[in-house]
């Protein structure tokens, strides 16, 4: 083959090709990924964003910025963004991929469009102490966040929720067990903040 197809051909592969299924595909060669963010719309996402290579945790970036991912094998690997505002999406593929080789660095983009937060989040998480512990867990109300099942030591976040003051109830404890600080209790939503909310229920041994 002659050497200047070689070397197109060569070429060609080294950059960003599309792949099927709008999944953008780049091409490493030293398991190396880099991750530009970039941002548009009215409103922001200020806690920024977990990058998951294989759905994996590996690096936190806020938007406008960039990260790269070393030591990563060679092959194809699944690069998603996640931890966006509710008032967030990623424009475009989400996962991306990205193929590394042997030496360079592959360069994946996400833009994130972010309208202007109207609602807010929380963030909850239950903790129980003493024994006999609740192994069954709970049923968690959250005012217009509706009900959900939680385990007996778990998180669980409620968006969309309107600004103000919500009731949390926490149903469904075990007999002997309470929850600290009485049951139901308020929440302050704010518009744009996801607030975190400690819930600790004693039972037994572990009462006060």
């Known amino acids: 083959m002659p050497t200047r197809l070689v070397l197109a051909v060569l070429v060609a592969f080294y950059v960003l090709v599309t792949g099927c299924d709008n999944t953008f595909i780049a091409v490493s060669s030293d398991g190396r990924i880099l991750v530009v963010i970039s941002s548009s719309g009215s409103g922001i996402d200020d806690d920024g964003f977990t990058i998951l290579v294989d759905g994996s945790a590996t690096g936190f970036q806020v938007v406008g910025g960039s990260v790269t991912l070393t030591g990563l094998s060679q092959g194809q690997h699944s690069v998603r963004l996640s931890g966006l505002a509710d008032n967030c999406v990623v424009v475009g593929a989400n996962p991306v991929t990205a193929v590394v080789g042997a030496d ?32 069954d867990g ?11 099942n939680i385990a007996n030591n778990a998180t669980e976040k409620f968006v969309g929720l309107p600004p103000g003051t919500h009731l949390v109830l926490l149903k469904n404890l075990l007999q002997g067990c309470v929850l600290d600080g009485g049951n139901p209790q308020s929440a302050l939503v704010v518009v744009g903040e996801t607030r975190a909310m400690a819930l600790v229920v004693r039972c037994g041994g572990g009462m006060r």
Not at 107 to 135: K, N, Y
């Open 104 to 135: 360079g660095t592959a360069r994946v983009s996400f833009t994130v469009h972010c309208d202007r937060a109207t609602t807010g989040a929380l963030s909850i998480t239950v903790t129980t102490l003493g024994e006999p512990a609740d192994t």
């Open 138 to 148: 709970y049923l968690l109300a959250v005012g217009e966040g509706g009900v959900r």
